[in-house]
């Protein structure tokens, strides 16, 4: 049982490494105003990412991995990639005060990604509902546990980020960072919507 618990926070620590727009957005905010401001993009996109996995635990018996509806969260979830992107082109001068990552901003990027709701109905409820049934309450044990972990990770990346902050502002070329981050975010708008659209006909 208790190396079951480890495998959950060892899954949740795991994904929080993987690169995707929310651990893209900790990376530029830790580099534009340090890990301290970067813990509130963390924070957001857990509480985001919680209600999500809530969801997907509450309705596991209702929806079908293939439901349009995946889809559509896709589709909302580039659209906000595809503005932010924008933004971050855009920015010529650093200004430290200008809020590019929003409350509201990260919270839906974090909510409205198709391709996690599809990891968590598929892979993530059904390990839940196994923990259900061998520990009380083992379904919201598997979400605290997973959460944890994927925090865990996030913010330990944004430490380490940290390190190449003084580099970057030295060196005036966050405006730069900036830039190669839009096409990553483009990128990862341009993957949900092809994705989405494939799942659609198919």
Not at 47 to 66: D, F, H, R, W
Request: hydrophobic share 55%; with cysteine.
């Amino acid at each position: 049982m208790l190396l079951r618990l480890f495998e959950t926070l060892s899954l949740g620590f795991f994904c929080g490494l993987i690169p995707g727009p929310i651990v893209t957005a900790v990376f530029v905010e830790t580099i534009r105003k340090g890990w301290l401001s970067a813990r509130r993009i963390v924070w957001i996109a857990a509480a985001g990412e919680t209600v999500m996995s809530i969801t997907c635990v509450l309705a596991a018996s209702i929806l079908n991995p293939k439901h349009p509806l995946f889809s559509a969260l896709s589709f909302f979830g580039a659209i906000l990639l595809f503005s932010l992107a924008w933004d971050l082109w855009k920015t010529i001068q650093i200004n430290e005060e200008d809020p590019l990552f929003s409350r509201r901003r990260i919270f839906f990027i974090s909510l409205f990604n198709g391709m996690a709701w599809i990891f968590w109905i598929t892979v993530c409820t059904p390990q839940a509902m196994a923990l259900d049934v061998a520990l009380p309450f083992g379904r919201w044990i598997f979400i605290v546990l997973f959460e944890i972990g994927w925090l865990s990770s996030t913010l330990l990346l944004a430490n380490f980020t940290e390190r190449f902050r003084a580099y970057f502002q030295a060196n005036k070329k966050l405006h730069l960072l900036y830039r190669t981050v839009a096409i990553f975010f483009l990128f990862f708008g341009t993957k949900l919507v092809i994705e989405s659209a494939k799942r659609l006909v198919n």
